[in-house]
């Protein structure tokens, strides 16, 4: 059985094609996360205030960058997580003691993360933290 599937504008007719895209895509990750691993990043759940508020600031800093409003600041994420401290998690990604990347994170059940919002600091896009932070959630 074969379908239509458009990727990246192109108009595939074989599955077996499509399938060859996703592994490309696959490896692609899989060398961003070893280059991560090799430089010694490191990815740790996020307990203290402080902490949060620096994986905020990382995401806002991504998204400005890419000139994406976040919708959630800092204070109202603040009184959600004072309301909820349960329901939220949040995960950074660490170059030595900076922190490069973060995931905010809503706790939906107990098997089931939802990411709110994740991003990197500009400029670590080589690296990619982000994929060794969804490899590790």
Known sequence: LKKTLLIEKLFVNDLTLVS???RLAEIANKNKINKCIKAGFLIRKLEAIN???I???VISKNRAK???PLTMDWDSLENMH???PSCLVVFGCFSRD???ASAIC???SPGILYIFYWGELPGF????PVSLLAQSI
Request: avoid cysteine.
């Open 20 to 22: 060859f895209y996703v």
């Open 51 to 53: 902490e949060i508020k």
């Open 55 to 57: 994986a905020h600031e």
């Open 66 to 68: 890419k000139n994406i």
């Open 82 to 84: 004072s309301a909820l």
């Open 98 to 100: 900076q922190m490069v």
């Open 106 to 108: 809503i706790q939906i």
């Open 125 to 128: 896009e080589p690296y990619s």
